[in-house]
């Protein structure tokens, strides 16, 4: 059952809210409440925080996202690169352009809105899974998944720029892999995200391996680095020496 895997990857992370699950161009249950004027990373906030939601592509109020997810043009401000000099997020008009130009992005009209709803409560498979929180059970679900590829390193791709839906969403969909990110100005500005907290998505079908490999990594790995018995025993060793030093210094 996917809420039952969902259920499983939050008790062994520890993960202080539920993983999100994205679907596109499906029949959206009933009890899905329909948002108004949303930014997309607001909408996966409240889905994350326990709530089925539907966002309409004509209520996305972040134009970026709206344009990325194939809904409308990306305006002329943001596409000649001034709108984010605006926003003092570059300096100069071209870095705007390069960074709008390499986005990836869903082809216009591929759907007419996106549910987003918490995964461990619903049990509806996703296309894409998304997981705010600290960097540290980050890691442990890309491991996982760098144990799916045998040992094939993992490159992640960031402009530091719509975090929440490219990097963690519309990557994962349309490169079938995980991506991680640091996250941006937008959803930090608009989300409850915490400034110690970092994004993932993964694709949904991989749900079921990651969570077999964290099954794994839990009986040793995942205890043994949180228990911090190496630095402990540093700790211990530091306390020992200097003990002999001012023993040695008062004879």
């Known amino acids: 059952m996917v809420y039952e895997n969902a259920r499983k990857l939050r008790a062994i992370l520890g993960l202080e809210s539920s993983p999100v699950g994205v679907r596109f161009k499906d029949k959206i249950p009933e009890n899905a409440k329909a948002l108004k004027?949303?930014?997309?990373?607001?909408?996966?906030?409240?889905?994350?925080?326990?709530?089925?939601?539907?966002?309409?592509?004509?209520?996305?109020?972040?134009?970026?996202?709206?344009?990325?997810l194939g809904f409308k043009e990306l305006p002329k401000k943001l596409k000649e690169g001034r709108g984010l000099v605006?926003?003092?997020?570059?300096?100069?008009?071209?870095?705007?352009?390069?960074?709008?130009?390499?986005?990836?992005?869903?082809?216009?009209g591929f759907c007419n809105a996106i549910y987003l709803y918490p995964l461990d409560r619903v049990n509806v498979e996703p296309k894409v899974v998304i997981v705010e929180d600290l960097p540290e059970k980050l890691m442990w679900i890309a491991l996982a998944y760098l144990n799916l590829l045998g040992g094939e390193r993992i490159r992640s791709s960031t402009e530091v720029l719509q975090a929440v839906c490219v990097d963690s969403t519309i990557i994962p969909f349309l490169e079938s892999k995980l991506n991680m990110t640091y996250g941006c100005y937008g959803c930090r500005e608009a989300t409850d995200i915490k400034a110690e907290e970092a994004i993932l998505g993964f694709p949904g079908k991989?749900?079921?391996?990651?969570?077999?490999?964290?099954?794994?990594?839990?009986?040793?790995?995942?205890?043994?680095?949180?228990?911090?018995?190496?630095?402990?025993?540093?700790?211990?060793?530091?306390?020992?020496?200097?003990?002999?030093?001012?023993?040695?210094?008062?004879?």
């Open 206 to 251: 991989l749900l079921p391996s990651i969570v077999e490999k964290l099954d794994y990594l839990k009986e040793k790995a995942i205890p043994r680095a949180r228990a911090k018995k190496a630095l402990k025993s540093l700790w211990k060793e530091m306390i020992i020496c200097h003990g002999l030093q001012v023993f040695h210094e008062k004879k």
């Open 37 to 68: 004027r949303h930014r997309y990373c607001q909408a996966v906030m409240k889905a994350r925080n326990g709530e089925e939601v539907l966002l309409p592509g004509d209520e996305i109020s972040c134009p970026a996202a709206a344009s990325v």
């Open 86 to 108: 605006g926003f003092g997020i570059v300096d100069k008009p071209e870095t705007g352009v390069k960074m709008f130009q390499g986005m990836k992005k869903l082809k216009r």
